[in-house]
C-alpha cells in the first residue's frame, strides 16, 4: 500500500499515526495492497477554496475526499489491479488539522484522534460509501466506528 502524506497546514500533526490509520482502514477493507492513496494537510484558507471550488460550499470544511479510478478498486479477493494492470490510485484525502481541532474541542476529545476520524471518513468516501441519506449514513459511521475501535485496540498492545 502506498501512502503519500503532505503537511502544509502549518500545523504540528503526527502524520506517522495518520499514515497508521489509514494504512489500518485500508486493510480492514480489504483494499488491494497496490492501491495508493494521497493524504494532504492543509490550512483553512486552502480548505475553504477547495469546499467552495469543489462542493460548492463556503468557509472550510473538516475533510474532502477525491476519487480516482472508482471503478478499479478492489474490495477484496480477485483482480488485484486496475485497468492495464497498474496499482489503483484510490485518490486524495484532504484534511484540515485546525477545523478539527476545533470539532475535537467541541466533541471532547484530542484533535489528533479528529483527525484520525476524518482520515477514516475519507477512505470511507473513495471506496464509494457516503451519508446522504440515513440508512447511508447509519451505515457508514457505523463502519467508520467499527474501523476507530479497531485501529485504536492494535494501538495499545
Not at 477554496?49 to 463556503?58: F, T
Not at 484520525?116 to 451505515?139: I, K, Q, S
Amino acid at each position: 500500500m502506498s501512502i503519500e502524506i503532505a503537511n502544509e497546514s502549518g500545523a504540528e500533526v503526527d502524520t506517522d499515526a495518520v499514515l497508521a490509520v489509514a494504512r489500518h482502514a485500508l486493510d480492514e477493507m480489504g483494499v488491494n495492497p497496490l492501491a495508493e492513496l494521497s493524504v494532504l494537510l492543509i490550512d483553512i484558507e486552502y480548505m475553504s477554496e477547495l469546499n467552495h471550488r469543489w462542493m460548492g460550499g463556503d468557509g472550510p470544511t473538516d475533510v474532502l475526499a477525491f476519487p480516482m479510478d472508482e471503478g478499479s478498486v478492489d474490495h477484496g479477493p480477485g483482480e488485484a489491479n486496475g485497468p492495464g494492470g497498474e496499482p489503483a490510485l484510490l485518490g486524495d484525502i484532504v484534511l484540515c488539522p485546525e477545523v478539527a481541532a476545533k470539532q475535537a474541542a467541541t466533541a471532547g476529545h484530542t484533535p489528533a484522534d479528529e483527525l484520525h476520524l476524518l482520515t477514516v471518513h475519507g477512505v470511507l468516501h473513495l471506496l464509494g460509501y457516503d451519508h446522504a441519506e440515513p440508512e447511508e449514513e447509519r451505515e457508514m459511521f457505523a463502519l467508520q466506528a467499527r474501523l476507530l475501535s479497531s485501529w485504536r485496540s492494535t494501538r495499545s498492545r
